[in-house]
């Protein structure tokens, strides 16, 4: 069974709503390729409404699996307990405030025909590069702001909730500057397909050594990139400009700091960890942006497969990440 994943995705990305198409290497238009959403969203919401058994039974019916998931992400219990669940669903959304960020997540979404088709050629891109990858069924929810995308077995559900846009009022009360920025339709796409790659390719290294985690997140990116690859890369970093910039000029500088300060082998818990925060990294040099681990590991990632040039799926399938490194020749 597909480990679940309840993810509250860092790398949520800034960009405008029309650079967030993704491209199949065969030319095919998005539109080719759609998915279908299913709105389990609306539905809920209606019950909310209604308050109907008999809806009650339907919504059962037709979202088994992602019920049970919806139960043990959000409140930590088993799917099956149905009464249970549904009422702590209802009783959960009929707060008022969160009830609110509700009917505002479902008028804001209440056409999905473009998103359908972004996230079907998305999906379909990597299904290219990896053939025995299954597209999942796809779901909308509301989480209340606690998760942004959710993966188990042939399933993936998106908290519409966590994107309506940096200008949400709401969001001021629980978001920094940098995460608002995150919070835009337009990051939609990137989301789920990194969150589907993580769950089908789960890190199965030392997550104390910072090696292993920078190859790691550098083989997510390298991948996700190349399906969308006219998303700038400081997009995908969520970075602005700016940090991007600071990330390409001191590109020498970093590395050189990782080397000596013995950071890149020594299996340390809590060095390595700093690397993949999304705080600005202070410890390694004023002005320095987070997630400098995912950001460098990109890079090797990157020049490893110029260099070899394997397949997408040997390059997930490479746990020797001392091997990658040295056949990147990386050398800033």
Same mark, same amino acid.
């Given at each position: 069974?597909?480990?679940?994943?309840?993810?509250?995705?860092? #790398? #949520?990305?800034?960009?405008?709503?029309?650079?967030?198409?993704?491209?199949?290497?065969?030319?095919? +238009?998005?539109?080719? =390729?759609?998915?279908?959403?299913?709105?389990?969203?609306?539905?809920?919401?209606?019950?909310? &409404?209604?308050?109907?058994?008999?809806?009650?039974?339907?919504?059962?019916?037709?979202?088994?699996?992602?019920?049970?998931?919806?139960?043990?992400?959000?409140?930590?219990?088993?799917?099956?307990?149905?009464?249970? /669940?549904?009422?702590?669903? #209802? +009783?959960?959304?009929?707060?008022?405030?969160?009830?609110?960020?509700?009917?505002?997540?479902?008028?804001?979404?209440? +056409?999905?025909?473009? $998103?359908?088709?972004?996230?079907?050629?998305?999906?379909?891109? /990597?299904?290219?590069?990896?053939?025995? !990858?299954?597209?999942?069924?796809?779901? $909308?929810? =509301?989480?209340?702001? &606690?998760?942004?995308?959710?993966?188990?077995?042939?399933?993936?559900?998106?908290?519409?909730?966590?994107?309506?846009?940096?200008?949400?009022? @709401?969001?001021?009360?629980?978001?920094?500057?940098?995460?608002?920025?995150?919070?835009?339709?337009?990051?939609?796409?990137?989301?789920? @397909?990194?969150?589907?790659?993580?769950?089908?390719?789960?890190?199965?290294?030392?997550?104390?050594?910072?090696?292993?985690?920078?190859?790691?997140?550098?083989?997510?990116?390298?991948?996700?990139?190349?399906?969308?690859?006219?998303?700038?890369?400081?997009?995908? !970093?969520?970075?602005?400009?700016?940090?991007?910039?600071?990330?390409?000029?001191?590109?020498?500088?970093l590395w050189r700091l990782m080397i000596e300060r013995k950071h890149l082998y020594t299996p340390d818990a809590a060095t390595t960890a700093r690397y993949f925060s999304a705080v600005p990294s202070t410890f390694i040099a004023d002005g320095a942006p987070g997630n400098l681990g995912v950001?460098?590991?990109?890079?090797? =990632?990157?020049?490893? !497969?110029?260099?070899?040039?394997?397949?997408?799926?040997?390059? !997930?399938?490479?746990?020797?990440?001392?091997?990658?490194?040295?056949?990147?020749?990386?050398?800033?």
């Open positions: 069974m597909k480990f679940l994943r309840t993810a509250l995705f860092a #790398l #949520l990305l800034a960009m405008s709503a029309a650079q967030t198409g993704c491209n199949l290497p065969d030319g095919r +238009n998005t539109a080719d =390729v759609p998915i279908r959403i299913r709105r389990f969203d609306r539905d809920v919401y209606r019950l909310l &409404q209604a308050d109907s058994p008999a809806m009650q039974q339907q919504i059962a019916a037709d979202y088994a699996p992602l019920l049970e998931v919806i139960g043990k992400s959000l409140f930590r219990m088993d799917g099956t307990q149905r009464p249970a /669940l549904f009422e702590r669903l #209802l +009783n959960y959304y009929a707060e008022p405030t969160l009830n609110r960020l509700y009917r505002d997540a479902l008028e804001q979404y209440e +056409n999905v025909e473009t $998103l359908e088709n972004e996230l079907g050629n998305g999906f379909r891109h /990597l299904q290219s590069q990896f053939p025995a !990858m299954q597209i999942p069924a796809v779901y $909308l929810h =509301v989480s209340g702001l &606690q998760q942004n995308v959710i993966v188990a077995d042939s399933l993936l559900s998106l908290s519409i909730d966590k994107y309506l846009g940096a200008d949400y009022p @709401l969001y001021r009360d629980f978001f920094h500057a940098g995460q608002l920025r995150r919070m835009e339709r337009a990051c939609i796409v990137p989301d789920c @397909l990194t969150a589907w790659l993580l769950s089908e390719y789960p890190f199965s290294g030392d997550g104390r050594i910072l090696l292993e985690r920078m190859i790691y997140e550098g083989k997510i990116k390298y991948i996700l990139h190349r399906a969308c690859p006219q998303l700038a890369p400081e997009i995908w !970093m969520g970075y602005t400009p700016a940090e991007y910039r600071w990330c390409r000029q001191n590109e020498k500088m950001w460098i590991g990109w890079q090797i =990632v990157t020049e490893y !497969m110029n260099k070899t040039h394997v397949s997408p799926e040997n390059l !997930m399938n490479d746990g020797d990440c001392r091997e990658i490194l040295r056949k990147s020749k990386y050398k800033p």
